[in-house]
């Protein structure tokens, strides 16, 4: 009796043991040694190699992706290179959040894969954030099938166009970019797509996100286009956030304005690298007037701070302009205030009667002879 009392304790024990060594072998699963895993019932897995002279790793070579932990909810990957012949991560149910930095810069380097490398896990990302990847550029590939993913960063990552059906396929019911629909079911709350190389972009391609975006950051980027497709008006429905500070733009379109939804009054972050209307050599605080107008209705600025943080045209101006260009102060002043005196004026009088005299000149050669 004794001895199978003691045989069964001894049986329990060693069942406990080769459990608790099963479990610590899969804690051990790295896709690297230089990776690290922290937590029980979810995993954050850590893939930062060191501060200083790092060797990349390597996917498919240095990095075994069937080494991600199983219960992986968290992955950070700092300075990874994906070879064409990468192989895609394995499916992880809980892998909700990834950040990826400094990946695929060399000039040889493909793309960097996105939709490819992440095919088995995109429909259950919530959080995706790339640093310093190169992407190049936004296509509708990309992003089909992030089903769930709410915040999308990616900053420094080349970008240097954006399709305007980049997030089209985000949804698995996605309607055409030309019909006058929205999707209504699109996760993405938070869109920053900052400090790459656009130039130019169509502000169409946030239609398929519009009912569901609050946050969109543009900053940095370059841009001096901004245009909207007229064939396919929307509206901005819960955007609150909106920065385009730090463009080369000469204007905030009203069209762009247009699609904010003036119930919500979005905050706009709009001070630009340099002053509006840089292309312009004459008077252009007028090509201004409706973003002014725009922000005094908003209540974005105040009359007395607009000078300070509105600032126009160049400087290169013949004798007859003063060398500091007016602010955007004069268009709160009615013509007919004494205080109304700057170059502005001044300029856009001058140009009329110009106008004037080169239209009507029979009538003018006619009152002076």
């Known amino acids: 009796m004794l001895n199978t009392l003691v045989y069964c304790v001894l049986t329990v024990f060693h069942g406990l043991a080769l459990i608790s060594s099963i479990s610590h072998a ?11 895993n922290i937590g029980e019932s979810t995993v954050y897995t850590n893939c930062h190699g060191s501060d ?15 080494g991600l932990h199983p219960r992986v909810k968290t992955l950070l990957i700092r300075r990874v290179d994906v070879k064409k012949d990468y192989r895609p991560f394995p499916a992880r149910e809980l892998l909700q959040e990834l950040t990826i930095s400094k990946g695929n810069l060399a000039l040889y380097d493909i793309r960097f894969p996105l939709n490819g490398l992440l095919i088995h896990v995109k429909r259950r990302i919530v959080t995706l954030r790339l640093s310093e990847v190169k992407l190049q550029t936004l296509t509708e590939q990309d992003f089909q099938g992030f089903e769930a993913l ?9 970008i240097a166009s ?5 997030f089209v396929g985000m949804n698995s ?31 169409s391609f946030l239609k398929p996100i519009a009912e569901s975006i609050t946050n969109i ?16 008006p929307f509206t901005l429905s819960r955007a609150t956030s909106v920065d ?13 304005l247009e699609t ?4 919500l009054n979005p905050q706009l972050a709009y001070v630009q690298k340099r002053p509006f209307c840089q292309k312009f050599t004459r008077c252009s605080c007028w090509e201004l007037k409706p973003f002014v107008a725009w922000l005094k209705q908003n209540s974005q600025i105040e009359p007395s701070r607009i000078g300070g943080q509105l600032q126009c045209g160049k400087n290169d101006f013949d004798d007859y302009i003063p060398k500091q260009f007016p602010t955007l102060l004069d268009l709160y002043r009615p013509p007919h205030d004494p205080r109304f005196s700057s170059s502005c004026a001044r300029v856009f009088n001058s140009l009329t009667l110009s106008l004037v005299l080169s239209f009507c000149p029979v009538i003018f050669s006619s009152y002076f002879w």
């Open 52 to 66: 200083g002279n790092f060797t990349p790793y390597i996917l498919p070579d240095t990095f075994n992706v069937d």
């Open 217 to 232: 950051d543009l900053a940095g980027n370059g841009l001096n286009i901004v245009k909207v497709s007229r064939s396919s």
């Open 162 to 166: 954006i399709s305007v059906s980049a």
């Open 244 to 256: 385009l500070s730090s463009n080369e733009l000469e204007t905030i379109p009203t069209s762009i």
């Open 173 to 203: 019911n996605a309607v055409p970019l030309s019909s006058a629909a929205t999707i209504p079911n699109s996760h993405l709350r938070t869109l920053a797509i900052s400090w790459n190389r656009l130039t130019s972009l169509d502000w």
């Open 150 to 158: 709410e915040t999308l960063s990616l900053v420094s990552c080349h």
């Open 260 to 263: 904010f939804n003036a119930s």
């Open 26 to 36: 899969v804690d051990l699963i790295l896709p690297n040694v230089r990776c690290s």
